[in-house]
């Protein structure tokens, strides 16, 4: 049975770091694309970053140059290490899997490429 599954949120300080894990099973992971969002209380959600072996790594403007996103074929789990947080990073963080070839060139962060999902894990940040 394919499943994700996220962990590593909570509740950190503005400037602190987070890193969320996102593990596969029922599939190689590394074989597909693999993108980060987020959904803050009220807002759609937003593709934060992608990771493919074919498109290599994609970041949103919004996160760019604070949060990284690595792979450890190993363990079949991807990662999204979130430094310099902010209040604004406060929403449900969510891992999905792109397994269509499209999505793996591109790393495209529309959610209709992404054909399964993660149950999500919070991340708040607050003084």
């Known amino acids: 049975q394919l499943q994700l599954v996220e962990s590593g949120g909570g509740l950190e300080q503005p400037g602190g770091s987070l890193r969320l894990s996102c593990a596969a099973s029922?599939?190689?992971?590394?074989?597909?694309?693999i993108g980060w969002f987020r959904q803050a209380p009220g807002k759609e959600r937003e593709g934060l970053s992608c990771?493919?072996?074919?498109?290599?790594?994609w970041y949103a403007t919004s996160v760019k140059g604070r949060f990284t996103v690595s792979r450890d074929n190993a363990k079949n789990t991807v990662y999204l290490q979130m430094n310099g947080l902010k209040p604004e990073d406060t929403a449900v963080y969510y891992c999905?899997?792109?397994?269509?070839?499209?999505?793996?060139?591109?790393?495209?962060?529309?959610?209709?490429?992404?054909?399964?999902w993660g149950q999500g894990t919070q991340v708040t940040v607050s003084s």
């Open positions: 999905a899997v792109g397994m269509r070839s499209y999505v793996q060139q591109v790393c495209v962060m529309t959610e209709v490429w992404y054909d399964y």
């Open positions: 990771i493919s072996e074919r498109a290599g790594t």
């Open positions: 029922g599939f190689t992971l590394n074989s597909y694309a």
